[in-house]
């Protein structure tokens, strides 16, 4: 009887439903992310990419692939994109280099990796992956980094590989303005940086977040994209987040964790913690941005206070949402 029994429990937990997987993915967050600003052709040179990077994710997850395996596809198409802060399209610093962050995270164990201030990995987001896989980091930074990802044989590439006319141009006009921020100035500085959060069909959550920082940093300056906490997290218990905007304030107010934190400790939504952080704790220190995110149940959230987002996010069996501006 005892056998039939656990025969019976086997067969009706193969017979559950799997988990419905869930993308969601951001492209950097300004208040230079207006229609105006924008015309035909360039909104739909990004929501093509966009599109792109949803459907590199969907071809991991449609046959069981993993949640950070997800996240890394949709970042890689994001970062050689010269359309974005990060990797081939990264902003350049004061001194005119290109400096890259990344950080993943998984929530089924919170193993996470990142790295800093590199300027030769093609893809930042494999060499997070790598640290946190290959390494018993969390963070490397700098030469260190870039010897690590030689060693594990991650594609480099001359610091030429990254320059864009376009950012060039960002870099002087930032110098122009002797550090003033305007709005018109909002998409040179800030804009760009590249997220995704992914549920899997096993139930898994991951985040990763990949950056070239701000136009015009100086003196190996570093925001929250590589922070574990400040501008990615994911915990299976809660949700995967992933930040942009004013990286300072991110790792102030430690805004990943806290979206999770307050879903943990308080029994919120996550629509509700991410709301509140962005809304509220971030508007109220003055601190710009946004963040996407899921739950474990497959619940979504989209927030930022600037005048627009890159973003969008696709269901399994559901058609790809990708929108750029706000209401």
């Given at each position: ?14 017979l559950?439903p799997?988990?419905?997987y ?59 994109s ?25 929530g089924?164990d919170?193993n ?7 300027t ?38 001359k ?5 864009t ?12 303005s ?78 990943a ?6 879903m ?9 913690a ?26 979504i ?13 696709v ?13």
């Open positions: 009887m005892r056998n039939i029994f656990l025969l019976l429990f086997s067969l009706s937990v193969l559950l799997a988990q419905q869930t993308i969601v993915l951001h492209g950097g967050a300004g208040n230079g992310l207006t229609r105006e600003n924008f015309n035909d052709e360039k909104v739909a040179k990004y929501e093509r990419k966009m599109a792109e990077a949803l459907k590199a994710g969907q071809a991991i997850l449609d046959t069981g692939g993993e949640a950070t395996a997800a996240v890394i596809a949709v970042i890689k198409v994001l970062e050689d010269p359309l974005f802060n990060a990797g081939k399209g990264a902003v350049f610093t004061y001194e005119g280099t290109n400096e890259m962050d990344a950080s993943i995270m998984n089924k919170l996470a990796g990142a790295v800093a201030g590199v030769t990995v093609k893809n930042p987001i494999t060499a997070a992956n790598a640290v946190m896989n290959n390494s018993p980091h969390v963070m490397l930074s700098g030469k260190g980094a870039e010897q690590f990802s030689a060693d594990q044989k991650l594609r480099l590439e610091p030429e590989y990254f320059q006319e376009e950012k060039k141009k960002s870099l002087e006009r930032s110098k122009k002797q550090g003033a921020l305007s709005d018109s100035l909002w998409e040179d500085t800030k804009m760009g940086t590249v997220g995704c959060v992914v549920l899997d069909k096993q139930g898994n959550l991951a985040a990763g977040t990949s950056t070239g920082g701000m136009t015009g940093k100086r003196y190996g300056r570093i925001g929250d994209s590589p922070i574990i906490g400040a501008g990615t997290y994911a915990n299976n218990a809660t949700c995967a987040i992933s930040c942009t905007g004013h990286g300072e304030y991110f790792i102030r107010y430690n805004v964790a806290d979206v999770s934190a307050r943990a400790y308080s029994g919120v939504s996550l629509q509700e991410a709301q509140t952080v962005i809304q509220q704790v971030l508007r109220e220190a003055k601190g710009d941005g946004g963040l996407i995110g899921v739950d474990k149940d497959g619940n959230t989209m927030e930022f206070n600037t005048k627009g987002m890159f973003r969008a996010h269901k399994e069996g559901e058609e790809a949402v990708v929108e750029m501006f706000g209401e």
